[in-house]
DNA sequence: TTGACATGCAACCGTTTGGTTGCATATATA
DNA sequence: TATATATGCAACCAAACGGTTGCATGTCAA
């Protein structure tokens, strides 16, 4: 759970990949060869950003005769803002507050 | 903007730097000292760390004396969850619902 | 069957990453 | 002032990353 957590999370962490989940939320159902035309790089250099993003299962595939057609998985995504972003999220006010707090003391202390 | 998103993506993408977060969700105000004594690796580790997460903004100092405090600062988590995987959440239980209809016609068409 | 098309696999390569060690600097305290 | 403590800075290193090229395999269509 936590080593799919890690490749969520790794996964997300590059550009041309989160642009990759992006087309494949506008449009699912692309081929390896559609997802490669907007994109400024080899083939084989998408297709190794599509085999990370399945391995985290951000992307399930189906193949078609000789076509991959690529959908976007958000489960993932919602697993983590589940259990770790939301977390923070709910506590962002209270962060804040607690910073500002903080900072308050330090200048009396300082003072 | 959008590499201010890539910086705060690219810092969650390592699990020691989620752990030091998490940490500092617990309790905030912690010396990098404090914040080295949970981690198996070299205080210099621990600072790097701490400056890629400060770069992202995920974390604000304090200095005092000679120490130097730590805060989480949850705000560019809210911010990558408004503008991106709050889109996804959203979409998510549609997206399942268009992935499975894509199966179905993909069945249909092999069949 | 033959050729074109879509994808898969593997070797290679420069850069980034995550870690180390050694030394320097700044602050508190006896 | 002298010494211990907390942190900063820089050089170095192995491994991972993101990309390339070349070739292999599988599938459709004439």
Same sequence: chains 1, 2.
């Avoid at 490669?36 to 951000?58: F, G, I, P, W, Y």
Wanted: proline letters at 1%.
């Amino acid at each position: 759970m936590v080593a799919d957590e890690d490749k969520v999370f790794k996964a997300l962490a590059d550009a041309s990949r989160r642009q990759l989940l992006d087309r494949l939320y506008a449009k699912g159902g692309l081929t390896l060869g559609e997802l490669c035309e907007a994109h400024d790089m080899s083939r084989q250099a998408v297709t190794k950003h599509l085999v990370l993003l399945e391995a985290a299962n951000l992307v399930v595939t189906v193949k078609r005769g000789r076509e991959k057609l690529h959908y976007l998985n958000a489960v993932p995504i919602n697993e983590i803002y589940m259990r770790w972003i939301g977390k923070f999220e709910r506590q962002r006010v209270q962060a804040l507050f607690n910073l500002k707090q903080a900072l308050k003391e330090n200048d009396h202390e300082q003072a």
